[in-house]
């Protein structure tokens, strides 16, 4: 980590504070409204100008619970869907990156290539054929099918971060294993895969974001047995009005997970999701 | 040391690849089947050959065309505005010396957090009878509602993914700053470069390919999701934001026009695998800040 | 609510579903025996009996986010005791309905077995997916009738909302009737009655005989008098949606305009060939005239409001009158306890025109049988006139009958007046005027609905914004109707 040395221009240093502190409100503000919300009671919520001051409630958490409404059912679905997802990606994906990064071949351009056109590839585009072919082989309304879903996206990905932390692994450790008697499989696998325990963690957390939080493959694959947490949001639209209590908890439920694991590999972050183009912390 | 093939390398990928290919190629050709079909689904999948029928209407339609400009409009300034603040942010961020890491966390939350709650915050924060934001603009004077006016509205959108995704380009370009090697900016400071100078002529150049790379990774996904538009205007006003995801999705799922929907499908397929090229080429095949 | 266990229900149901059709044979032997002597004998056996045939089977309702579904999803007790059946409600924005229900028909399975058929949206585009309920209807000793039969139904909703080209097949029971009416604010109107008349020249009272004209003076005479009262005289649900189609219609058919040109056939049964679209008429460019001037008028936030949207506003106290479903009416009363008034819309040069949105609830043709009979159980049950005097009475919002035999009740009667123990019957009488032939609003149910919906929401939107004259939006919607017609 550097750090700037003391200079002698004190006035910019406080100038970037200032400025920082600009940067957190408008980063930070909404997301702290949307928590704060979620626990004001629904007058307090209702009003043209807003509350500051309330009485906090949980209301809403426990509604969301509560019978007829219980997300947990979708938080059940997500968290299998993205957990499974994310458990083959980055399995797969450790296979095929090492195998990618010491492949020395003239069509690994092309191959390289066409692993990062899967991963760019549209959503809507995607999402027509798959859902052809999902319908063909009653995949529709089952966790499988969502699973296969996000791992369109998750599995090029992983392929292609991993490949790149393999990179950065010196080749004489292996050769050391090597010599040391074992074959190229237990080289690998008990060697080289080890170091690179932050990349499998990156990857998984990425991948396990990325799923998380998908919409739009759930709104179209998911049945009654499959809905995920984005979907619930949609139910809390009510002709009586939207419930904004249950939304601002529901949103918090969604996105709070994702934060502290996205926090907690922010060391390997921009690795992570630079695919490896730019390595810093 | 060449092996014969498949060698361990191969064989090590070819799972992966297998997966990859079924999920990848099979849909790729079925996209293409579906575009020279009409496609029914009703009792049974039935495609029934309409040669150039749907390609033919796509030229004539200006509907998509209009959803065409208002996508490449919508994803050069969310791009352009993301990588300007992003820049700004990072800056700001990299100066700060007290608590830089506490900051730097904090100001990466909202690229954690689901495009569809980002949304539905924006529709909450932007509602004309209780929104946050809504009553702020009052007490400046602004009267109308956001999301109402067609102009208005792109740029809220807009700015909802501007919201999101700038800690991302933030995120990247920090830690390019962080490898610019401190003795070239300290030569300058000697020198009594001001710090714009500085800025302008040491610091860009050194991380003038990290830039680069934010801007590949952001225009990737900036194609690919639309959840933001989908949950607040839906296309609307007047097809303002209806950019080229949501008229697919709703020629596909309510019009029920899958080979329509098709075509424009692949045209978006040919628009991300240009996206890509160019990403490889940028890039090679490994790291560059290193 | 669904979702529950996922992986392991699927198979778990398909196994019960196996040994189920196997376990059950030896008893339909019996049951068909033992209703046979049941009927020679004293009939008190054979009710229960036809009731719980499907116990242990579970089904999938998707419904639009409407009260009756809400009162229904937090009363299910009554028929899970009743049947054994278990039932999971999905409820969502009407749009996304229409996809899902979209989706699930192509899917080639039953994801969803009972479905809320709206009569433009699913019913006439997805006709063949719902199963004809003749069938239910004849197998008179297997499966229970309706209680009182089809004649307790108002018959023009029973063809509006359960028919589609075929009168002898229905494909849906009526389930619940909102239509757009005249929200207002009794108690401004009341407080200010005298300087409006002072100041209009007429009676303010909202009333079917006002004009719509009459209408924009009003609304107008609120921004200039009551600010501090009441941000907005009118507001409107004017967002690129459905809602706008629907607001717009009203107009439209007040001015004399129509979409095409057949008679009321076109709204009750529906018709394959609808012939050339009359949008671009003259009463219609006038109807889009006025209804672009009144939108200019209106609170801002119209352009982004659907009906919930408009009615938290109105509920929120933000616009002094809106038209609006029927059916909101019992949150008006949570919000605005004894505030609001209910008249029907006001006329054009033509006629008043009220919109009806009343909707049937189907079942899925890709159900297989055993779900579709137990499908056919829930229907009849949230259909019956004993469900629908519970759903009006529900403290969730309720919704409104569509059987003569709960209008027929003296609790029902008694509600019209405040106190109201059943506030969505406060709207009542203006429903009931909404109703009357020369009154009620149906737009066309053709298969192709779903594009011309669009169209005319989107070149309507596109008129509000200010990018096309209300001739060009007529006039370009006709065409695009047409050629999705291909007329």
Redesign the interface.
Known sequence: MRRDRPTSRSAPITVAGVLALFVLVWTLAPVVWMVVSSFKPTPAIKTASPTWLFAPTLEHYRDLIGAGNDVRPFAQNSLLAAGLSTVLAVGLGALGGYGLAHWHHKSKKHLAFWIISTRMAPIAAVILPLFILFRQLGLIDSIAGLTLAYLSFNLPFAIWLMSAFFADVPPSLEEAARVDGCSRWQAFWYVVLPTTTPGLVTTGVLCLVFSWNDYAFASSFSGPGSQTLPMAAGRLITQGGVDWGQLTALGTIIVLPMIFAGLAVRRWLVTGLTMGAVTGE | MKRAIP???????????L??AS??L???V??IV?SFSH?K?????RFENAGLENWHRLLEDADVRSSWVTSLVYFALTLGIEMALGIV?AL??H???RGR?L???????????????VG???R??TD???G?YA?ALRILGF???L????TSALFTVIGMDV?EWT??VA??T???L??VP?PLV?AA?VDGAG?FQTLRYIVFPQIRQ?LL??LL?RA?DA?????II??T????????TKI???R???T?????E?GY??V???L??A???L???A??RV?G?????? | MDGSNPVSRRSLLHGMGAFGALAYLPFLQACKGGSKEGAAGAAAEPVADVWARYKGTTINFISENTPPSAAIAANLKPFEDLTGIKVNISQMELTKLVEKVSLDFSSGQAGFHVIYADPYQVLAPFSEGLVDLSKFLDKKDSVPALENGLSDFISTQLDAGGRFLDRQKLYALPYDTPTMIWHYRADLFEKHKDKMAHDLGFDATPSIQLTWEQYYAIARWFDKNAKSEIPYGTGHQAKQHDALMCDFSNVLWAYGGDYFQAGPELGLTGTKKPGKSTLSSNEAIAAAEYYNKLLKLAHPGSRTWDWDGVASAFQAGQIAMCPNWHEFAASNEKALPGKVGYAPLPKGPKRSANMWGGTGVGINANASDKEQAAAWLFINWATSPATQFMTLASEKGGGTPTRHSVYARPEVEAAKKRPSQLPNILAAEAVSEAWKPENIGLRPKVATWNQLDTILFTQVSRMLAGELKPDEAMRSSAEKFDVVNKV
Do not use: C, H, Q
């Open positions: 060698s361990f390398e191969m064989r090590m990928m070819l799972p992966a690849l997966v990859l999920l990848s099979i849909p790729f079925t996209l579906m496609v689904l009703m009792g049974g999948i942010f700001v961020l100066r700060v010396v890491n900051l730097l966390a904090l100001a990466i939350v909202p690229m954690f957090m689901a495009p569809i709650v539905l915050l924006g909450f924060l004309s009878t209780l946050l009553w009267e109308g509602d999301l109402a006016g067609k919201w800690p991302l995120l990247v920090f830690a390019g962080s490898a401190a300290e400071a710090y990290v790379v934010a990774v990737m194609i690919r999701f639309f959840d989908t949950i205007t839906n296309g609307g006003p007047a097809d303002a080229i995801p949501v697919l999705y709703e596909a799922f309510r019009f029920r899958l929907a098709s424009i499908g692949i978006m397929l628009f991300s695998i996206m890509a090229n990403f490889v890039l095949e490994k790291g560059l800040t290193r």
